[in-house]
């Protein structure tokens, strides 16, 4: 179908909104890549089956994550003039007594994490009710989505459409309000008033460093030279963080909408995703997408016959860390090995190729169409005085919700992790949040009423980074995390600049020596003038910004450094140098379950008689402590 | 698989002769091969009119290449932030061990299994994750590891 004119996107949305909801059932598979890691993928090929040997009168679909993943896979029913029930943890084995009862018209009690009594189309004027009337029975008593504890905070902007539609189906896209701020942009408004909009609404760059967006689009405007690059930097490196892997997955026009509206503010016709070659299911879907887009029209020549013209290449990425930094993102595409260069002259100017080039991240793009669509003064609205918007989280690590969530800036870190994440599990104590990836910094309890915006958390010495929360329980040892953050760096530095390269190395060996119970506490001053020497002497924010792990550990956990210097323990029991394991005689039962597991046959003893282990052989793996479900392996 | 010309072509003939199609012409030929056959290189580097010294410098500064042949099976397992939390390193020491991998990374004598590091697969919530060929599995611990490897042993 070719969209060329309002007519045609009004007449595409129609058509599309048909197919959203129409007027048979429909069930809803999350087959995003978390889905599928859950066994979604089997759930849907089994409605879907069932549905076709049935000839069932329904629809049914696969759709993107919408965000609760510690629940995968979830399954949607949305009946006609019924509130849209989810449910949670349908793996394969369920999915069938699920379909019998689904396939008669019966809304099952079992498995229902929550209800949704409307779909408010963030985009598209107004929101949509399910139902009329009052319900009854046990729906009357189901969860909304927004009394969820896990969902109340919540405010999906970038993640409108995840979990709402079918990505590869560009009607879905439109139907919710999609490629209509396009139109406006391209048939009604100048690329200026396009930059003072975004401008104006305070959006700020969400892959890590928050420039403003609007800023950056009018250097590039500005600057000299032809043709100008508008790119997009999906290479999310961030261990711990996969918003942009979710965004791509569940909704990729908006992406493509997003970049549309940048590159003709900017004045480009020429565009860049360069997507993680880690990512297989996001590399597919964004290739339909665009190919959709193109036979559509709404990416190639004249689009919305205005002349305008605009297309999009994919480039993998050769899984380096280094390639998110824009220069070196840049040589990447260029087919170069992704060394950073120094930005004296910057990017906006001469980018790729020499020609100016503007690099926004995943999130980013999303956020345009709705801030064209719902204007800079909708947006202003939410957020904080220097952090508008939203921002999308991944909340993984000890905490018993794990998913990704899009919260208003400004929201405090002690109610994501114990509100929305409902608080770590088996009863641990929260002990920091890791943020911004292994360039941001842990952020302990003491400070966990912080406002998390961009100014707030740099104050504390992390950054926003592009929004990975990995929550940390008292089962963490901040010398080890150090450690791990140091190997990520190490291993990812490119080598071009000395104190990064060597900085580092030495920075991980008084780490080692730490963790080995070695060392003085003269070694932390070391630290911290190699942390500076790294910071100052590296040209990319890789190098700059590499020390902050060390920095933020050994400023808020600072007696947990010196209880392995000095008393050569482990408080978390995790630096194998300085633990031990032992078997407590009267809590083992002699299930022998241990001595099966035990790589080194370290642990002897009878069937159900106390255990005993050989410490000399011990290799410290944790597999009796893994198994031993009575807890009588202990470890200090 | 071995190394033809008729391979290589098929590869080749969908890029113009630029340098910038260098990655992506090496990645088709470690999507064909799994790893970067020294001729394929030599054939890449020819018809794209860049040095051999490039190429190489590019196969080994990115991840995504390997110079050594792979296993039948790619076990990829995860030691992002997510799961290196969740006890990560010890599943891996264990697939190590099983393995009987000696290096860090590496490939089994009987090359059936490729086992290496991956810094965040994107499925955190699932932690601790592997991948193997395009299955991920999760909330993985030593125990489920080893009976990973034994069904793709005696698949």
């Not at chain 1, 159900?608 to 893994?626: N, Q, R, V, W, Y």
Request: with cysteine; net charge neutral.
């Amino acid at each position: 179908m070719q969209i060329t004119s309002i007519d045609d996107l009004q007449k595409a949305k129609g058509t599309g909104l048909n197919q959203l909801y129409p007027d048979k059932p429909k069930i809803l598979v999350g087959m995003a890549t978390c889905g599928r890691a859950a066994g979604a993928q089997r759930v849907y090929d089994l409605l879907h089956k069932k549905a076709q040997q049935e000839h069932w009168d329904g629809v049914v679909e696969k759709t993107g994550c919408i965000g609760f993943c510690y629940k995968e896979p979830l399954v949607d029913a949305i009946f006609p003039g019924k509130p849209r029930i989810t449910y949670g943890e349908v793996t394969p084995e369920i999915a069938g007594a699920l379909w019998e009862e689904l396939a008669a018209g019966r809304i099952p009690e079992k498995q229902i994490m929550a209800r949704l009594d409307m779909d408010d189309m963030v985009l598209n004027g107004g929101p949509r009710k399910f139902f009329k009337g009052k319900l009854k029975g046990f729906l009357a008593k189901t969860p909304r989505y927004e009394d969820l504890d896990f969902f109340k905070l919540q405010r999906h902007i970038a993640m409108r459409n995840c979990g709402f539609i079918d990505p590869d189906n560009l009607l879905h896209y439109i139907a919710r309000g999609g490629y209509f701020p396009l139109y406006t942009t391209l048939t009604t408004m100048t690329p200026e008033e396009v930059i003072n909009v975004v401008t104006f609404a305070g959006l700020r760059g969400r892959g890590g460093g928050g420039f403003p967006t609007g800023v950056k689009w009018a250097s590039c405007r500005k600057a000299q030279g032809w043709p100008k690059y508008v790119l997009c930097n999906a290479d999310e490196g961030d261990p711990g963080a996969y918003m942009d892997r979710s965004l791509i997955e569940g909704d990729p026009h908006a992406i493509l909408e997003g970049m549309l509206i940048g590159a003709y503010a900017i004045g480009s016709s020429e565009g860049y995703i360069y997507v993680r070659a880690e990512y297989p299911l996001a590399v597919k879907t964004l290739q339909r997408a665009i190919l959709s887009a193109r036979e559509a029209g709404l990416l190639g020549e004249n689009i919305f016959g205005t002349g305008f013209n605009f297309d999009i290449k994919l480039n993998l990425g050769g899984g380096a860390f280094v390639c998110g930094e824009s220069t070196a993102l840049m040589a990447s595409i260029e087919g170069k090995p992704g060394e950073p260069r120094a930005k004296y002259v910057h990017t906006v100017d001469k980018g790729l190729w020499n020609r100016p080039s503007n690099l926004n991240n995943v999130e980013t793009w999303a956020n345009v169409p709705v801030i064209i669509g719902k204007g800079a003064d909708w947006y202003r609205d939410i957020g904080t005085e220097g952090s508008k918007g939203t921002k999308i989280f991944s909340l993984v690590g000890q905490v018993k919700n794990v998913g990704l969530v899009e919260v208003p800036m400004g929201v405090s870190i002690k109610d994501l992790v114990m509100q929305v994440g409902g608080g770590v599990p088996e009863n641990r104590e929260f002990k920091a949040i890791q943020i911004g990836g292994p360039s941001g910094g842990c952020i302990p309890k003491e400070h966990w009423d912080l406002p998390i915006d961009f100014d707030s958390l740099w104050d504390a010495g992390a950054i926003m980074g592009s929004g990975g929360m990995i929550v940390m329980d008292n089962s963490t040892c901040m010398v080890d995390v150090a450690k791990f953050f140091l190997d990520f760096l190490i291993d990812e530095s490119c080598g071009k600049c000395i104190p990064c390269r060597l900085g580092l190395k030495r920075m991980r060996e008084i780490l080692e020596e730490f963790s080995a119970g070695k060392g003085s506490l003269a070694d932390l001053d070391e630290m911290e003038s190699l942390s500076e020497a790294v910071k100052d002497g590296s040209l990319c924010a890789l190098g700059g910004s590499a020390p902050n792990p060390v920095l933020t550990t050994l400023r808020y956990f600072r007696e947990e450094y010196e209880a392995h210097i000095l008393q050569q323990k482990c408080p978390a029991a995790v630096c194998k140098e300085l633990i031990t394991y032992t078997i407590n005689p009267e809590l083992c039962n002699g299930c022998t379950a241990c001595v099966a597991e035990c790589p080194q046959d370290a642990i002897t003893g009878d069937k159900k008689k106390p255990h005993s282990l050989d410490t000399s052989l011990c290799i410290k793996c944790g597999a009796c402590f893994e198994v031993c479900k009575f807890g009588a392996v202990a470890v200090a | 698989m071995s190394v033809t010309f008729k391979a290589l072509e098929n590869i080749l003939e969908h890029y113009p002769p630029s340098s910038e199609h260098l990655i992506s012409a090496l990645q088709d030929v470690q999507a064909k091969f799994k790893y970067l056959p020294p001729e394929a290189m030599t054939a890449v580097c020819d018809h794209l009119g860049v040095p051999l010294s490039r190429g190489w410098a590019v196969a080994t500064f990115y991840k995504t290449f390997s110079l050594e042949p792979q296993g039948e099976h790619d076990v990829a397992v995860c030691l992002g932030t997510a799961c290196h939390v969740r006890g990560a390193h010890n599943v891996y020491e264990k697939f190590r061990r099983e393995l009987e991998i000696t290096g860090q990374e590496g490939t089994t004598r009987d090359l059936k299994f490729s086992l290496r590091q991956v810094r965040c697969l994107g499925c955190c919530s699932m932690a601790p994750v592997a991948q193997v060929d395009e299955e991920i599995h999760g909330n993985l611990s030593q125990r489920k590891a080893g009976h990973l490897l034994r069904t793709y042993r005696t698949r």
